[in-house]
């Protein structure tokens, strides 16, 4: 596929990531990326599909600074040198990452979505970090139902369709608009089939874990 190689790495996702002032409060690491090197050159790529409505749309190359443009012309990503707060002096020998996004609209400046390191993991690894989301019920993925898909529009842009609590909305270079509201858990389901195909079964609300349910 003209890929080098692939590595699977490690983020620790900033708690504060939405917060406005570029705030930092970095959790355990839980959050899996891909580092891609492309043949023939000596660039490597960090591809995070993972991250919803910010996840970055382009590879992001690990140059410092670099913008990859996002999802509409105002949206950006980058990747900077940053190490762990805590790391001790003398013993953090090779800088980390952060990967950052410059948010649209009154909240705009660049914010930190996860720091990283170089390092690879392995399916081991996941397994246990899996576990450890699952068991903590901490993570956003632990505590949401959500779903996020991309589509192409005029102008290069592409729009966003989130599902998160009761209502699916569309995001766009021209603003937010509602597309459907919920007011039972088959709505919920419904919605996941037509707008985003995935096709669950007419059971399917009594899998979803008493502390996500929704109130209607």
Not at 4 to 16: D, E
Not at 137 to 166: M, P, Q, T, W
Request: hydrophobic share 40%; charged share 20%.
């Amino acid at each position: 596929m003209g890929f080098a190689s692939v590595a699977v790495g490690v983020g620790r996702l900033n708690s504060l990531a939405m917060k406005p002032g570029n705030q930092i409060e970095l959790r355990t690491i839980s959050h899996m990326i891909l580092f891609v090197r492309v043949t023939d050159t000596d660039v490597t790529y960090l591809v995070d599909n993972g991250m919803g409505n910010n996840s970055p749309v382009h590879p992001v190359p690990l140059q410092e600074g670099v913008v990859c443009r996002g999802a509409i012309a105002s949206e950006g990503h980058r990747v900077v040198r940053m190490s762990h707060p805590d790391a001790s002096p003398g013993f953090d020998y090779q800088p980390g990452w952060a990967l950052q996004m410059m948010l649209p609209g009154q909240d705009a400046g660049w914010t930190t979505l996860y720091q990283f390191d170089m390092q690879q993991y392995y399916h081991q690894d996941m397994e246990a970090l899996a576990l450890l989301v699952e068991k903590s019920g901490k993570a956003f993925v632990a505590r949401h139902l959500f779903a996020v898909s991309f589509e192409e529009v005029e102008g290069g842009d592409l729009a966003k369709n989130i599902l998160f609590g009761k209502q699916v909305r569309r995001d766009t270079s021209d603003g937010e608009r509602v597309l459907r509201e919920f007011t039972s858990e088959n709505d919920r389901i419904s919605a996941f089939r037509e707008i985003f195909g995935v096709h669950l079964k007419d059971d399917a609300a009594s899998y979803v874990r008493p502390e996500i349910k929704m109130t209607f």
